[in-house]
């Protein structure tokens, strides 16, 4: 069993930048693939950026490329998420996720909610114009 807790969540304005964590514990031997998701009010959740931790192989949504920077700490068990230049629309609930098992197609399943059988709680990141 692996816990996700996330970090570093809060309001910004638009243009600025923030940084959230992930910190994972427990059996974390067992996992492959972690990400991050998002979810805002009255939209479907949606993958944000993704990493196989012991292979440094990233995945982006279109909309956050050359924005955000998913980056991972092997020896703390971290997975973090730089967002620069936010824009209002970023504005959601992130929720770290994280999976036991190796994809067949990564680069079309990445991003892939089902992908995913571990969830953190979720932080909210709050982007004002």
């Known amino acids: 069993q692996v816990q996700l807790v996330e970090s570093g969540g809060g309001s910004v304005q638009a243009g600025g930048s923030l940084r959230i964590s992930c910190a994972a514990s427990?059996?974390?031997?067992?996992?492959?693939?972690m990400g991050w998701f998002r979810q805002a009010p009255g939209k479907e959740r949606e993958g944000v950026a993704s990493?196989?931790?012991?292979?440094?192989?990233?995945y982006y949504r279109e909309s956050v490329k050359g924005r955000f920077t998913i980056s991972r700490d092997n020896a703390k068990n971290t997975v973090d998420l730089q967002m620069t230049n936010l824009q209002s629309e970023d504005t959601a609930m992130y929720y770290c996720?994280?999976?036991?098992?190796?994809?067949?197609?990564?680069?079309?399943?990445?991003?892939?909610?089902?992908?995913?059988?571990?969830w953190g709680q979720g932080i909210q990141v709050t982007v004002s114009s």
């Open positions: 996720a994280a999976s036991t098992h190796w994809l067949v197609n990564p680069d079309k399943d990445a991003l892939v909610d089902a992908s995913y059988n571990m």
């Open positions: 427990g059996n974390t031997g067992s996992l492959t693939l």
């Open positions: 990493v196989y931790p012991r292979m440094d192989t990233t």
